[in-house]
């Protein structure tokens, strides 16, 4: 159909519609001018009346005779042009004919017999009306044309009520014309949508028809009984039958019942021409599919070509398929479930209630870039896999893009039902998954919005889902979340917070203080890590965890980590004595191609050695595009500043990373450091940590020391450095000084700082 061109496609589409209508109109319409000579039958008029119902007949006829010929389905753009023509005069004539009769007939009518006057205008005007939807412009000049009547006939009318009956008539038929025109849109904007959903079958059609136009024909031909004759060896090849057992059956017998069967029996029976006729036949317990293409001949038989298709036919169904599912996880794709949304909340089923289940697989970023793309793929069709298996058969599991799945589920009983699916797709995806020999682990969040098929569109449902997977984010992952009307005063105070930042940074509501670095060895700071804080003027103190998710997901992070590098470089030109600053580095930022430049103008500027810098970049930054991120590290690296692994071993890939880069120092996470004197794990993990960097030449920084009895056991171990509570609070710059070497005096600097978190999660 796309070789038709969208212009000739709207204009087929229309013509089917119309000729659907036309047999029913025609003998209507026919029937009418016959029953006009019925009611005026010896009147005078009479005379004027005959000659003028053989004129509407006629044209009804041609109409119908048009109908009969031509198949808008099958014809090509000349032909469907033609038959538009051709249907416009004969309507356009017949209308001439209405409007004629109108002003000579309709009197004298409507005198004689006003009832069947009354019959005979309405049951004109509502099946034209009915019948030329496909074509407004038609019929607003049938409608023009019964105005233009209805006025003629006012002015022949003496009583009160032939002025307001002209602008009634006048005023009905605007309506009209007006209504119609909208249908004629609407008809035609229902049209543009099935274009644009069989699209991509339409470009595999033409891609196909060079193998199509190459394919093996073979002729056939039937007798006037419509039995086949001459069959040719190609032919029983094709129908897997000798060509002798062939010869002399019935050709539509040879076919499968159907639509198609009964209609090549119809165009057999009345010996009209036909082309690209696709029947399904079965050969060797296999359905193929063959088009047909014929014509009649002189003698009363009819040949044609016939041809198969059935490679074509899988492929266009295949590449239907494809326009609905997802061809990686085998469900359904966005427009399919879409689709299947608006139309579950459309129905409106009394006491129904339905689910949506907005599901993201957490951490699948950092699985694809170490592990490859290759597995991620295979990570994406297992956990599909298993989502499709959980769901029940009424019910939809789609795949939206990514990482990100959602399911549909109808005919719910009770939230309880929803929380039970939820959970077992939270168990079923925290399952290990063993993929190319490797298993691999992930968790999912989901997020529940839940309702009914009333007062709630698609585009809502969804938002709401959304909101609710975010939710069960903030929860901690691995777990469901169910949507409640606080959560949008949540996602309010989200982008309250948004709009807010854009212009903190310019208005100074941002400032930084330093949690110290002790060297465990000598007792003295060796450095400072900068930390941000946010000052509200209106909200107060808010807490990094509150907006540096926001910045990162908004991009404001970039902004934001250039102030921090800058001011925090600045401020450190100002301490007494010429301790490292420590500087956090976000995933975001070490993706921006403009970081070494920041970065360099801050260290010429400020005259400092970029020695006294050091960035730090926490694991799970680098898992993120990670070789991308490594050139980034070398080319940092060039600058002469210092880089520190951060937070390391809470991932699955450190020793990795270690491999991969010479790094300054490791940082050890709190996780274990709290805990390592109560578990031999942690212990060993700690002092195994160690070892290794110090093997490497590295040197490496305890976080979040918070008790004696841990700082003696990290210098007793070979620890470089600790930082944490127990040692100092974040410090204002203005009060960073160097403390005494003796700890047991340090309980004086630990009271000099505030307890708020770090730019990253948890204060070391």
Known sequence: MAILGEKNLLLAWRLREFISHLPALCALHSFAALACIAALWGHPIIFFTVPWAGVIVLCNFRQWRLSRKCYPDTIDADHLRGLHRDLQIAANIETAGWVAGAILLFPTLFLMHPVFFTVLTAGLLASTVIAYRPFPDSLALYLGGAMFAAAALSFTMTDAFSWPSLALAIGFGYALICSTRRQGRQFEQSCREQINQYATVETVSLLLHEYEASSSDWLWEVDEGNCLVNVCERFGSAAGQDRDFLEGRELVGL???????????GLLLERAPFRDLVLEITVADQTRWWTLSGNPNADGSMRGVMRDVTETRETEQRVARMARYDTLSGLANRHLFNETLEETLGAQVKNQRVALLYIDLDHFKSVNDTLGHHVGDELVRAAGGRIG???????????????????????????????????????????PFNLHGQMVRVSASVGVAYGSTRGIDGDEFMRQADIALYAAKRAGRSTFAD??????????TRRDLELDMRTAITEGQFRLVYQPQINLRTGAWAGKEALVRWEHPTRGAILPGEFIDIAEETGLIIPLGEWIIRQAIHEAVTWDEPHRIAINLSPIQMRNPNLVGVLTSAIINAQIDPQRVEIEITESALMQDSESNVEMLHRLRELGVRIA?????????????????????????????????DRGDCQAIVRNVVMLARALGMETTAEGVETQEQYDWLKRHGCTEAQGYYISRPLESSRASEPSRNPSQWAEYRELGINVHPLRQGAA
């Not at 076919?255 to 029996?265: C, K, N, Q, T, V």
């Not at 949507?483 to 309010?492: F, G, P, T, V």
């Open 483 to 492: 949507y409640d009307a606080s959560l949008n005063q949540m996602e309010r």
């Open 645 to 677: 692994l951060d937070d390391f071993g809470t991932g699955y890939s450190s020793l990795n990373y270690l491999r991969a880069f010479p790094f300054d120092k490791i940082k050890i996470d709190r996780c274990f450091v709290s805990e390592m004197l």
């Open 255 to 265: 076919f499968d019942h159907g639509p198609a069967r009964e209609r090549l029996a």
């Open 389 to 431: 298996a959980i769901v029940r058969e009424h019910d939809l599991a789609a795949r939206l893009g990514g990482d990100e799945f959602a399911v549909l589920l109808t005919r719910v009983r009770d939230l309880d039902t929803v929380h039970a699916c939820a959970q077992r797709i939270v168990d079923t995806l925290a399952e």
